[in-house]
């Protein structure tokens, strides 16, 4: 029996960040980048106005205030568009509009709200002084300037720092491609009303659904049946597309437990009994030239979705190059409102249902019961050691993904 | 001058939730449920072994124990996926496996760990009790009842439940398609080289990339010239495809901002100022005959950026009818270990940096400033009557989107 840690280690040792690609920065959303980037354009890429207003020589204006007002020609309008580079004479005014191109010689805008709006000649109530309302070319981003870092995550906010600096194509960590493999002759496809002995795959609807949660992109290959060649020629086929494997089933104790039995003969993948409930049996290994990485998850559907969030999803996240998280932390502490007990000597996984920071217990906690699991918000996490824990006393959350939409 | 909360008051007074749609169950993650739904059949739909093991009746192996061990003759495997029904006799037992159905007449499982593993004959050395690891029909849910309320959100747990008891399809608040418009004849696409008094219209990818993390489906029309005439039959013609419409730009006080000119005279468009800094001009109201509603936000990047975390998001969770989050908080407290400044009677989003639970300013905070908007991963918000936040003080901050990945 090994810790959930010494599992979970074994995985983050072995997985490589998948090789970087060259996207569109639209499609590169929540990926990471895979190389600093620099800024082909300044930006501002001209000197302009932050204001609907006035260009004006500042000195114009020094006297003005709202009992002596001073009073300029508008020579011309600058609309937002304008390309055509003006020059402002001394004494001189442009009515300007908020990001259109400063005219040369101005250095100061002057609100429209301090004027009386005029359009041949503006009265103006109140003084300027040299850059006021003007946002100088390259003050915020200075062309060949590096942008944003290597290992950047990318959101709206860098996505569009990216698109205003020129880059429209850039090299990413791609969203991994998960296959998600559920084995067993009882397994009938959703949809479909199973028969005495059968159920219904659902563990492969709800590991693609963790799959897409967790950002990456499920591929279903559902109900292989619990025959060794079968498996292992889906398993083969499957590779090439593949950047991880997830399996469920066929890896307890059984006499009939195919991916265990296929899967102990091949690459460096390991059957391990790990200190945890539900999910204790546990495979974990890379396939093929690619060394794609291989979780066989246990086969009922909590002890499946646990042993996702435990191990799957965090070597996710570093097949996409993404840090850990420091914030906001996978992590949260809750309150119990009952008692939660737990074996000795197991991390437990309790799936409990949170109320602001108070979590109760969500129902049956057997590994078969799905009802408990979908009224859950998050899996409350029982040390090995402990084997109860009071009302009132503190316990680590770790949410369940797709629990809350963003 | 109106208020943050007045503004966000109107619009989510005046938002309704999309009509529901028929969807395939893995389709529907991340939707809400629109109805009620009840299991079709039982979970467990048979009585089955929660161990790989023997099944026995109870009574037969009452006395077993390390130092006196039960001998039984073993009759028959039973695999998971088998669907023949089979009767167990007294003082006989069959191997069974995880999930496979118990044979009648068996009322408990001996778990492989407590025999020596027998394939003819096995020996027991643990007593068992009645049900013992056995998980009885429907013990979970029971056909007929209903297993999720309206109003929930679909996740993997639920994903699962959903397809475990049969429910293949099922009546869903469809994702947001939300129409992203930018208007400006300052604007050239994205990956184009702007000219001198042009820039790349980032606003366009900075929303659908904004719109994407917040769980609905963007369509773009970028560069939309400032011409009412086209503004006008581009809106009309996206309308019949859109839940939601977000312009930017052409909102403030200039003589060409035609979003506003020509938004003022159609449906229920109101354009006001709203007391905050980014984001002062802001617009709202429904067009067309199915009430669309329209966000016009102005055109400054992070004037827009925040506009939709202020506004816009919390419109989308309501057309896609969620409930606002209970857990986990929109908001975030942190401490704040510089000075933040702000103008008295406006609420203030400051681009700040997180760092566990403390936060400082991302670095310029100008509207049109996109360096320190793509470093910030929070948007600090001070209240109106606040002008000032030492170091040490608390801070409430809103989370950017898609800052950080799940």
């Known amino acids: 029996m090994i810790s959930v840690e010494q599992h979970l280690d074994r995985i983050l040792s072995t997985v490589k960040v998948i090789r970087p690609f060259e996207q569109g920065v639209l499609d590169?959303?929540?990926?990471?980048?895979?190389?600093?980037?620099?800024?082909?354009?300044?930006?501002?890429?001209?000197?302009?106005?932050?204001?609907?207003g006035y260009a004006v020589h500042a000195a114009d204006v020094a006297s003005a205030a709202p009992d002596s007002p001073v009073v300029l020609p508008v020579v011309t309008d600058i609309?937002?568009?304008?390309?055509r580079p003006l020059s402002l004479a001394p004494g001189q005014t442009m009515r300007i509009m908020t990001g259109a191109p400063m005219p040369r010689g101005a250095d100061a805008v002057v609100p429209v709200e301090a004027t009386d709006g005029g359009i041949?000649?503006?009265?103006?109530?109140?003084?300027?002084?040299?850059?006021?309302h003007v946002r100088e070319?390259?003050?915020?981003?200075?062309?060949?300037?590096?942008?944003?870092?290597?290992?950047?995550?990318?959101?709206?906010?860098?996505?569009?720092?990216?698109?205003?600096?020129?880059?429209?194509?850039?090299?990413?960590?791609p969203r991994p491609r998960v296959v998600v493999l559920s084995t067993?002759?009882?397994?009938?496809?959703?949809g479909r009303t199973p028969g005495f002995g059968q159920i219904v795959d659902s563990n492969s609807v709800m590991l693609s659904a963790a799959v897409t949660a967790v950002g990456a992109t499920p591929y279903v290959v559902g109900g292989v049946p619990d025959d060794a060649r079968v498996l292992m020629d889906t398993l083969e086929g499957q590779l090439v597309r593949a950047d991880a494997v997830i399996t469920t089933g066929g890896v307890s104790m059984g006499a009939f437990d195919t991916v265990k039995e296929?899967?102990?003969?091949?690459?460096?993948?390991q059957f391990d009994k790990v200190a945890m409930r539900p999910g204790m049996p546990q495979g974990f290994g890379v396939l093929g030239d690619e060394a794609v990485?291989?979780?066989?998850?246990?086969?009922?559907?909590?002890?499946?979705?646990?042993?996702?969030?435990?191990?799957?999803?965090?070597?996710?996240?570093?097949?996409a190059g993404r840090p850990e998280p420091a914030w906001p932390p996978g992590y949260l502490t809750a309150v119990a409102t009952e008692t939660f007990r737990s074996v000795p000597g197991k991390m437990e996984f309790l799936r409990v249902i949170l109320d602001e920071d108070r979590a109760r217990?969500?129902?049956?906690?057997?590994s078969h019961m799905l009802a408990a699991l979908a009224a859950a918000d998050a899996l409350a996490v029982i040390p090995p050691e402990v084997t109860e824990v009071r009302p009132g006393e503190q316990v680590e959350c770790l949410p369940l993904l797709g629990r809350e939409a963003p």
Chains 1, 2 share one sequence.
């Open 28 to 52: 590169a959303q929540g990926c990471v980048l895979a190389e600093d980037v620099t800024a082909r354009g300044s930006l501002p890429g001209f000197t302009n106005s932050a204001m609907d």
């Open 79 to 83: 609309a937002a568009g304008n390309t």
């Open 120 to 132: 041949a000649r503006v009265s103006i109530t109140a003084r300027s002084v040299v850059g006021q």
């Open 137 to 173: 070319e390259g003050e915020d981003v200075e062309a060949g300037r590096v942008v944003l870092r290597r290992g950047t995550l990318l959101g709206p906010g860098q996505i569009a720092l990216l698109a205003a600096a020129g880059v429209a194509r850039l090299r990413v960590v």
């Open 184 to 190: 067993g002759d009882e397994l009938v496809e959703v």
């Open 262 to 269: 296929v899967l102990s003969r091949v690459g460096t993948m």
């Open 293 to 319: 990485p291989v979780f066989t998850l246990p086969g009922n559907p909590v002890s499946a979705l646990v042993s996702f969030h435990v191990f799957v999803a965090p070597a996710l996240r570093q097949l």
């Open 361 to 366: 217990l969500a129902g049956g906690q057997g």
